[in-house]
């Protein structure tokens, strides 16, 4: 891919975002995107340098590889991330679409396992914290507040008790209280 969007990659784009960017915003994005994928593919090196550009977090730790944010991006999991599936965690996340599920559900499994398990939650909640910077992860109390909203959020979700947290599960718990997607998605 070039720098330019031909009309029929915005054609596709357009038909992507389901008309919830115009076109200027695809054309910022696309070059945001490229800037940081000159190939047209973003790898996780890549990724972490664009995450890091982005200066969104408080706290960088230039060892961090960011493999949470990654996996809401990278879709299909084969370890690149496409502008268009750059575009669909934009949807996602920016307008709470149907898109958002899934991309909530890969930040947190982690081995892409079909299921959340309470390790899972720990480590995207300490990793937002310790990104987020207002909080020393490493302290008893931080730690005990984390696992605190880990235990609310299996226990609100797990409905079989088997101490994870499958899709069917979060389906359910998000259609009863849809909030838990946004709190979720907020802790990732």
Wanted: proline content about 1%; some cysteine; overall charge negative.
């Amino acid at each position: 891919m070039g720098k330019n969007i031909s009309k029929e990659q915005m054609q596709e784009f357009r038909e992507t975002i389901k008309g919830k960017f115009d076109e200027k915003e695809i054309k910022h994005m696309y070059k945001m995107f490229h800037k940081a994928a000159p190939s047209g593919k973003m790898g996780k090196k890549e990724f972490k340098k664009y995450i890091e550009e982005l200066a969104i977090f408080k706290k960088v730790d230039h060892q961090e590889s960011y493999d949470q944010l990654f996996r809401g991006y990278d879709r299909d999991h084969d370890g690149t991330i496409t502008f268009k599936e750059y575009l669909q965690y934009h949807l996602g996340i920016v307008f709470s679409t149907e898109e958002l599920f899934d991309i909530v559900f890969s930040m947190y499994d982690a081995d892409n396992n079909g299921y959340i398990g309470r390790e899972e939650l720990v480590e995207v909640v300490t990793n937002s914290t310790r990104w987020m910077g207002d909080c020393d992860v490493e302290s008893k109390d931080v730690q005990d507040l984390i696992q605190a909203e880990v235990d609310k959020i299996v226990g609100f979700c797990d409905v079989n008790k088997d101490g994870q947290i499958s899709k069917e599960e979060l389906i359910a718990a998000a259609e009863k209280h849809p909030e838990i997607l946004e709190k979720l998605k907020n802790l990732a």
